[in-house]
């Protein structure tokens, strides 16, 4: 294990403190930028061949990739609070905005849109696959690898995002910003192949339910590292990589296995284009 007292002294350096006890800033995105780049770059590896030489020649022209990267704020689109409408295991749920609409009134809009923000985005890939237009296909993978990243949070899925319902306000900065972020050189990614999904707009709801599964362990997890503590201190990091670092490395190794997934299904249906002619 790499982390140490040390380790998280150094890494916690920065953050502002009050009385003492280490204090993360305020963010919005469900992951830091260590971590979205970690699932892009492991989902380019599930490519065939053809495609893994296109997105590995153009890697640095990604947004999150740039050698000047951010995560923009987010803020609530790139959530769905689904336990907000439904109990899991969510079997019933809508998987077209216009019913969910229709189901939960037209201008219901707190819980989020993440769901229809990875349909959309699919979409929109398809046709710059067809358009062999290599800026917006490489712009609109990278949107998607984010939101398909963004699913991977259990966190995004729950009107409980920050704890704020259980006691454990800021656990969205504290589990999916400053530990992935600090831990990024040593996430070891393993995501399976790339594979055609058969019907991506249902599938977005059998990742959120992979996803959400964990979000009751995650927060007993948390609850347990932070017990008995005077604030959240590189002691608590160190229990906190100790207890949920496994997790993590889970979820984003998933989700750079689904967005390889989406990446390669977009170009089949676009009728499998020649990337090395794109421009």
């Known amino acids: 294990m790499r982390s140490s007292l040390a380790f998280w002294t150094r890494m916690l350096l920065g953050v502002s403190t009050a009385f003492g006890v280490i204090v993360a800033p305020p963010r919005a995105e469900a992951w830091g930028l260590g ?4 699932v892009h770059a492991r989902a380019v590896r599930t ?3 053809n495609m893994r030489r296109f997105f590995e020649r153009h890697r640095l022209e990604m947004p999150t990739n740039a050698p000047d990267g951010n995560v923009a704020p987010e803020g609530v689109e790139r959530r769905f609070a689904i336990d907000r409408y439904d109990r899991f295991p969510f079997m019933d749920f809508p998987v077209d905005e216009s019913a969910f609409k229709q189901r939960h009134g037209a201008n219901e ?3 989020g849109r993440l769901p229809w923000l990875v349909q959309e985005s699919f979409a929109r890939l398809v046709a710059a696959y067809r358009a062999n237009d290599k800026h917006a296909i490489l712009n609109e993978a990278d949107v998607l690898a984010s939101c398909i990243a963004d699913l991977h949070n259990p966190l995004a899925l729950t009107e409980n995002h920050d704890g704020q319902r259980t006691r454990q306000d800021g656990v969205w900065v504290r589990f999916a910003v400053r530990l992935p972020d600090a831990l990024a050189d040593d996430l070891d990614l393993k995501a399976d192949v790339a594979h055609l999904i058969e019907d991506p707009n249902s599938h977005v709801f059998t990742m959120i339910r992979g996803s959400y599964i964990w979000l009751d362990n995650l927060l007993h997890e948390e609850e347990i590292a932070a017990r008995n503590r005077t604030g959240y201190t590189n002691l608590y990091y160190e ?4 207890r949920v670092k496994g997790m993590i490395e889970s979820q984003l190794a998933i989700a750079a296995g689904h967005a390889g997934s989406y990446w390669y299904t ?3 249906r676009a009728g499998r284009p020649d990337l090395d002619a794109a421009n």
Request: hydrophobic residues 55%; proline residues 6%.
């Open 239 to 242: 229990e906190l990589e100790r």
């Open 47 to 49: 490519l065939p061949k």
């Open 266 to 268: 977009a170009w089949i």
């Open 109 to 111: 809009v707190a819980a």
């Open 35 to 38: 971590a979205y780049r970690k």
